[in-house]
C-alpha cells in the first residue's frame, strides 16, 4: 500500500513547515542548550510550535530532532539519550497533529566530516542515523526527512540507516549554493548526481533546503525538476541574518518578498513547499494562501 | 633540479592537491640546498593563490582546497625542521589563534579558515569549538599571538565576537590585536559595528585579510 502522503502528493501540492530553532528561542531556548533537550524538558513548548504550523496551514510538520544523532548530541553529552530524545520529538508532533495531518522526523547532518577530508568513517554515520531513525519510528513519524545534507555521502548514509531500521519512506533535501555553473553543495556534488544517487537509494522524494532565498530556489527547483521524475522538495531561507542595530536578528527577505516566489515555486516543478532559516508560521500561512490561490 | 624547473612542479602538486609530490619536492630542494623562504614563496604559495582562485571562481569545492591544504601541510612538514635547524622561522605571517565561540559548537567553516591560514604562512593555535572567552586572550597572550580570529554560526553566539572585543578593552589589549571575525551571520558591517578589524566571508577571503592585516603581500 503506498503511504497516505505519497497519494496526497499525486493529487495536489503539500505544505511543510518553517524553521523550529528560532521558534524555541522566543521562547526562551537559551544559547548553549540543544533543541532537542526541550524534547524532555519542555515538551509543551514544542507541542505549541507543531501546533501553531498545523493551524498556519502545514500539511507536515518535521520534528524537533535537526540535531539529534547521537553523534551530533555527544558534544552536549547528551548521546546515551539519542533514542529517547529522538521518540520524544515524534511523540510531540504526533500529539499536535490534526487527523489527516503528518509528521516528519528531522534527520540534520552530523557536522563531522568524513574521510578523506575529515576523520569520520562511513560506518559510523549509518550507525548514528539508525540509532535516531529508531527513535522517530516508535514515536510514531510518517516519514524521515534527511534535511540540509551538504555531503552526498554523508546524505546516503543516512538515507542506509533509516533504510535499516524502518520501511517508513525517506525524503532528503540537499543544501545547494548558485554559482555561474550551477547549483552545487559544498562538497561540490551537483544537483543532477545527487538526485541521481538519492534516487538509486531509493528515497521517495528528494530536494533542496536552506541558503538559497525563495528566488534563487525556483532555478534549483528547475535543474532538479529536469534530473528526477521524483517528487520534489523546497524549503527556502527568507534570505541571511542580519543583527539589526538593536541587537534584533532579522533575515533579508520580508515576507511579501518571499512569498512571492512561491507560485514560480510550483511551477518549477515542487511539489513539497516549506519555510527554512528567518521563516515562521506568519510565512507559511502566506504560502497556504498563495498554494490556494495557485490552485483555483 | 634547477628551481625554474622545481617551482612550476611546486605549484602543480599544490593545485592538484598531491601530497606525495609536494613532500618529495620539497625533500628535493631541501637537497639542492635551495633558498627555501623562496621556494615557499614562490614554489607552494602561489599553487595556494590559484587554488583560491579556482574556488572563488566556483571550480573548486570544499574537498579540494582541504586536499590543496593538506598538500601545503606535507610541503612544510620537510621544509619546517630544515629552517628549524638553520634557525629561521617560516611563518612569515606569525602567529593566530582561532577558534568557534563560546556556546557554539560549529567548526567545519573555522576549521577551514584554520588550515587556510596555515597553508598561507601563518602559525595557527586552533582552539576548537564552543572556547571560552577568556581562553581566546590567555591564548594569544601567553603565544604572542598578534591575531584572534572568532568564528560564530549562530546569530545567537556571535554576539560573543561582540563580547570579547569588549573584554580586550577593559584589559586594556584591543591594540595588541587584530580581531578577525566569521560565520555565516556575519558580516563586514556587523564587523564595523563591534569594532572588530577585519570580516572574511570565506577561508579564501580570509588569508587575502590576515596577510593585508600583516602587511604581507
Redesign the interface.
Known amino acids: 500500500m503506498t503511504p497516505p502522503l505519497l497519494e496526497l502528493i499525486k493529487t495536489r501540492t503539500v505544505l511543510l513547515d518553517g524553521a523550529m530553532g528560532t521558534e524555541l528561542m522566543a521562547r526562551g531556548l537559551g544559547m548553549g542548550t540543544p533543541p532537542e533537550l526541550w524534547n524532555a524538558e519542555r515538551p509543551e513548548s514544542v507541542r505549541e510550535v507543531h501546533a501553531a504550523y498545523f493551524e498556519a496551514g502545514s500539511d507536515v510538520v518535521s520534528t524537533n530532532s535537526f540535531g539529534g544523532t547521537p553523534l551530533k548530541l555527544a558534544a552536549h553529552g547528551l548521546q546515551a539519550r539519542a533514542y529517547e530524545l529522538n521518540r520524544a520529538a515524534a511523540r510531540l508532533a504526533r500529539e499536535a497533529a490534526p487527523a489527516g495531518r503528518f509528521v516528519a522526523g528531522s534527520m540534520g547532518p552530523i557536522g563531522k566530516f568524513l574521510e578523506p577530508q575529515g576523520p569520520a568513517k562511513a560506518a559510523e554515520f549509518v550507525a548514528a542515523y539508525a540509532e535516531q531513525a529508531r527513535g522517530l519510528a516508535d514515536g510514531g513519524v510518517d516519514v524521515f526527512l534527511v534535511e540540509t545534507q551538504y555531503d552526498l555521502r554523508e546524505a546516503l548514509a543516512a538515507v542506509h540507516g533509516a533504510q535499516s531500521v524502518s520501511r517508513l519512506p525517506v525524503f532528503v533535501t540537499m543544501t545547494f549554493n548558485s554559482f555561474p555553473r550551477g547549483y552545487f553543495t559544498l562538497m561540490g556534488d551537483p544537483v543532477a548526481r545527487s538526485v541521481a544517487e538519492l534516487e538509486k537509494a531509493g528515497v521517495a522524494a528528494a530536494g533542496a533546503n536552506c541558503t538559497l532565498t525563495s528566488r534563487q530556489m525556483v532555478g534549483c527547483v528547475r535543474a532538479l525538476r529536469s534530473a528526477t521524475a521524483l517528487p520534489i522538495i523546497a524549503q527556502a531561507n527568507a534570505g541571511q541574518p542580519v543583527i539589526g542595530p538593536d541587537g534584533v536578528v532579522g533575515y533579508t527577505q520580508s515576507l511579501e518578498d518571499y512569498v512571492r516566489f512561491v507560485p514560480a515555486i510550483i511551477q518549477a516543478g515542487a511539489g513539497f513547499i516549506g519555510g527554512c532559516c528567518g521563516t515562521n508560521p506568519a510565512f507559511i500561512r502566506a504560502m497556504a494562501r498563495a498554494i490556494q490561490k495557485e490552485r483555483s | 633540479m634547477t628551481k625554474n624547473e622545481l617551482f612550476p612542479k611546486m605549484n602543480e602538486a599544490i593545485v592538484a592537491g598531491d601530497r606525495a609530490a609536494a613532500r618529495s619536492l620539497a625533500e628535493e630542494a631541501a637537497r639542492s640546498g635551495l633558498d627555501l623562504l623562496e621556494v615557499i614563496d614562490q614554489g607552494y604559495l602561489p599553487g595556494i593563490q590559484r587554488v583560491g582562485e579556482l574556488w572563488e571562481?566556483?571550480e573548486?569545492?570544499?574537498?579540494?582546497l582541504?586536499?590543496s591544504a593538506e598538500a601545503m601541510k606535507a610541503a612544510m612538514s620537510v621544509i619546517d625542521p630544515e629552517l628549524h635547524r638553520m634557525h629561521v622561522g617560516s611563518r612569515m605571517g606569525g602567529k593566530v589563534v582561532i577558534g568557534t565561540v563560546?556556546?557554539d559548537?560549529?567548526?567545519?567553516g573555522k576549521n577551514l579558515v584554520a588550515s587556510m591560514l596555515q597553508a598561507g604562512g601563518f602559525e595557527v593555535i586552533d582552539l576548537g569549538?564552543?572556547v571560552k572567552l577568556e581562553r581566546f586572550i590567555e591564548t594569544a597572550e601567553a603565544a604572542g599571538a598578534g591575531m584572534i580570529c572568532l568564528s560564530a554560526l549562530?546569530?545567537?553566539?556571535?554576539?560573543n565576537q561582540r563580547r570579547l572585543i569588549g573584554l580586550l578593552r577593559d584589559r586594556g589589549l584591543r591594540d595588541k590585536y587584530k580581531v578577525l571575525v566569521g560565520g555565516?551571520?556575519a558580516?563586514r558591517?556587523?564587523a564595523e559595528?563591534i569594532g572588530a578589524d577585519g570580516y572574511a566571508e570565506n577561508a579564501v577571503a580570509a588569508v587575502k585579510l590576515a596577510k593585508s592585516m600583516a602587511g604581507r603581500p
Open positions: 571562481q566556483g573548486y569545492f570544499l574537498p579540494e582541504i586536499s563560546e556556546g559548537i560549529h567548526d567545519i569549538a564552543d549562530l546569530t545567537t553566539t556571535m554576539m555565516a551571520p558580516s558591517k556587523w559595528e
